[in-house]
């Protein structure tokens, strides 16, 4: 089972290009979510989605967007790339319909911004 | 708001003797409580939720909860620690009431089990 796919593993942007990660989860699930992790703040919600077709914000959306075409995918793209975006950045996904459904995570995409 | 605190950046045990690692949440509403486990180079795993019903929750790998709603708690405890134990761990609430993306991570607690 492949679970929740993030490529790619690892990215070096300069400041100002602009890239996708992707992501996509084979399990049906109507919830996906992108949050970032930085060293001693745990992992911030940026974006996520309830369904193909929409989207929301969460806590730190500004510099990324964001789009649901499909039940399986849920790229996020940075459309002119910051040192302030140098992150471990993960995707994760779980059932909708219900407050308790644990979320199942990528490995994570490393993107380091110079 | 809501919002969850890790006290303990790092929690250092020797292999064999009990683990706690502590939890405090401040939501307004029942909470729902979870608990993950991040190895090394890989994604957040799911340990236990407590959602309603039993104080003391039951998870994956030994692991078990205990929630405090009078102190706000939710610590994740462990009566024998092994090396393998040694990880990254977080705590998250998510309010029922709030929309649906919005949980709230602590900032982690990094367990080390030495031998």
């Known amino acids: 089972n492949a679970g929740v796919t993030q490529t790619p593993k690892f990215q070096v942007l300069k400041t100002g290009q602009s890239m996708t990660l992707q992501c996509a989860q084979d399990?049906?699930?109507?919830?996906m979510s992108w949050y970032r992790q930085d060293p001693g703040m745990g992992l911030r919600l940026i974006h996520y989605s309830v369904g193909a077709g929409i989207t929301d914000q969460g806590e730190v959306p500004n510099g990324y967007n964001v789009s649901r075409s499909t039940t399986e995918d849920f790229p996020l793209r940075l459309l002119s790339a910051a040192p302030s975006q140098t992150s471990v950045y993960f995707c994760?996904?779980?059932?909708?319909?219900?407050?308790?459904?644990?979320?199942?995570f990528g490995n994570g995409t490393r993107l380091t911004v110079t | 708001a809501q919002s969850v605190a890790q006290p303990e950046d790092q929690v250092n045990v020797a292999e064999g003797n009990p683990l706690t690692v502590k939890c405090t949440y401040s939501?307004?509403?029942?909470?729902?409580l979870f608990w993950y486990v991040q190895y090394p180079n890989r994604g957040l795993q799911f340990l236990l939720k407590y959602i309603t019903g039993d104080n003391l929750v039951k998870g994956s790998y030994g692991f078990e909860a205990e929630f405090n709603k009078s102190q706000t708690s939710f610590h994740l405890k462990k009566p024998s620690a092994l090396v393998s134990d040694s990880a990254l761990y977080f705590c998250?609430?998510?309010?029922?009431?709030?929309?649906?993306?919005?949980?709230?991570f602590g900032a982690g607690t990094q367990v080390v089990v030495t031998p």
């Open positions: 994760a996904s779980s059932l909708t319909g219900t407050n308790n459904s644990p979320l199942h």
């Open positions: 998250a609430v998510r309010v029922p009431t709030d929309s649906w993306g919005k949980l709230q």
């Open positions: 939501v307004s509403g029942n909470p729902y």
């Open positions: 399990m049906n699930h109507e919830y």
